[in-house]
C-alpha cells in the first residue's frame, strides 16, 4: 500500500487478510488431525505438539496486534496531515476572496 505525505512516497507494509484456519482436532495433536504440516515436533504430536502450535498462534496473534497499531498510528499521521492541508487550503481560499474584493472595488 503507498501513500504520499508531504510529498513523500510512503510505503506500509499491512498484512490484509487474517489468519483464519479450519481445524478438525486440537492444534499440535499429529498429523493428519488438524495441526499437521507444521514440522516435525507438531507432527509427532503429543505435549510438544500442542506447545509449538500454541507458541505459533502467539507469534501471530502478537504480530496482528503490532500490525493493526502501527496501521492506527498510520491513519492518525495521515488524518493530521489531510487537516493542515484543509487549514491551508481555507486559508487559500480567503486570501483569493479577499482579492476579488479588492479587484471588484476598483
Known amino acids: 500500500m503507498n501513500f504520499i505525505c508531504k510529498g513523500r512516497l510512503l510505503s506500509l507494509n499491512v498484512v490484509k487478510y487474517f489468519r483464519c484456519m479450519s481445524q478438525l482436532g486440537d492444534l499440535g495433536s499429529g498429523a493428519g488431525k488438524g495441526g499437521g504440516g507444521g514440522g516435525s515436533i507438531r507432527e509427532a504430536g503429543g505435549a510438544f505438539g500442542k506447545a509449538e502450535a500454541a507458541k505459533e498462534e502467539e507469534y501471530f ?41 479588492k479587484l471588484e472595488n476598483q
Request: no cysteine.
Open 61 to 101: 496473534y502478537k504480530k496482528q496486534k503490532e500490525q493493526l497499531k502501527e496501521l492506527k498510528t498510520h491513519l492518525h499521521d495521515e488524518i493530521a496531515f489531510h487537516e493542515e492541508q484543509i487549514k491551508r487550503h481555507q486559508e487559500a481560499i480567503a486570501r483569493h476572496k479577499e482579492g476579488v474584493k
